[in-house]
């Protein structure tokens, strides 16, 4: 039966001496290479004039606010009052414990200074990195499902999967790979088609798109992911943390498209 898998990977990736190297740090770097790959080759065929610099730019500025913000993010959204009391382990990345939402809030605040440093528009900028952002969203869930992390409710579907220890012995839905089919395939899939159309679509337009399709995907794929053993439930026993941080994605990403009807402004570069 399909539903007598087990999980048995080990997170660590490989070993040199003292130094063991994890799936999850190799899929953050896979996830930021390959969104430099994507944004230099879209800004080409866009005919945005950009150069390695200002690609190097941009990433090292979502680089740093992706890592910063998603810790930061799970201290105050996930942390249920642990940090207040323990605030040497704020920074202490090695213990665990990544928002998306927090990354994602944080790389968008630190968006005005690539676009100061590359004269690019800062709409653009987040377009670029909206194509780029699901390839790291897969790489990042399926090191969640390699660490046996983040899984799903009980399930009997004949693809429920034991995590053992702390999951227990009854099969799950692998929600990690949900959310990296969802997030990750299908919302880069989707862009980058759009990212082909010629002229291109006018600024804001994938930021807009992206916040709208990840926040849906990730609300639905909640009712269906155990949350957070520290903070359960929220609101009468069916709402968790993770919906309560993905809906107001979805509206901000709708006033994104508004304010991108209203302006439809061409995307564009350093000339």
């Known amino acids: 039966m399909l539903n007598d898998l087990y999980h048995n990977l080990d997170p660590v990736a ?66 249920a009052g642990y ?14 414990g990544m928002s998306f939402h927090g ?13 100061r440093q590359t004269r690019i528009p ?7 990195c909206a194509l780029g952002a699901p390839i790291g969203l897969f790489f990042g869930r399926c090191a969640n499902f390699v660490n046996g992390e983040l899984w799903g409710a009980v399930t009997d579907l004949p693809w429920g999967v034991v995590f053992g220890g702390v999951a227990g012995d009854l099969p799950r839905h692998p929600s990690q790979l949900y959310e990296a089919l969802l997030e990750g395939v299908v919302i880069f899939v989707v862009l980058f088609a759009l990212s082909r159309k010629v002229p291109p679509r006018p600024r804001g337009t994938f930021l807009g798109l992206f916040l709208v399709m990840y926040g849906t995907f990730r609300f639905l794929i909640e009712f269906v992911r155990q949350p957070d053993a520290q903070l359960g439930y929220l609101a009468g026993g069916w709402f968790t943390m993770g919906q309560a941080l993905s809906l107001p994605l979805v509206l901000v990403g709708i006033a994104v498209l508004v304010w991108v009807a209203h302006t439809r402004l061409p995307q564009m570069g350093v000339r």
Request: with cysteine.
């Open 83 to 96: 940090y207040l009391e323990h605030p040497e382990h704020i920074l202490m990345f090695s213990e665990g």
């Open 14 to 79: 490989f070993t040199l001496g003292p130094l063991s190297v994890r799936w999850y740090g190799i899929a953050y770097v896979l996830g930021f290479l390959c969104t430099a790959v994507v944004v230099w080759r879209v800004a080409k065929r866009w005919k945005i004039d950009v150069g390695v610099d200002q690609v190097t730019t941009i990433i090292m500025w979502a680089i740093i606010g992706i890592i910063l913000g998603a810790r930061l993010g799970y201290v105050l959204f996930y942390g």
């Open 103 to 115: 990354g994602l809030i944080v790389a968008l605040l630190s968006g005005p200074i690539s676009a």
């Open 122 to 128: 800062y709409a653009t900028i987040a377009d670029l």
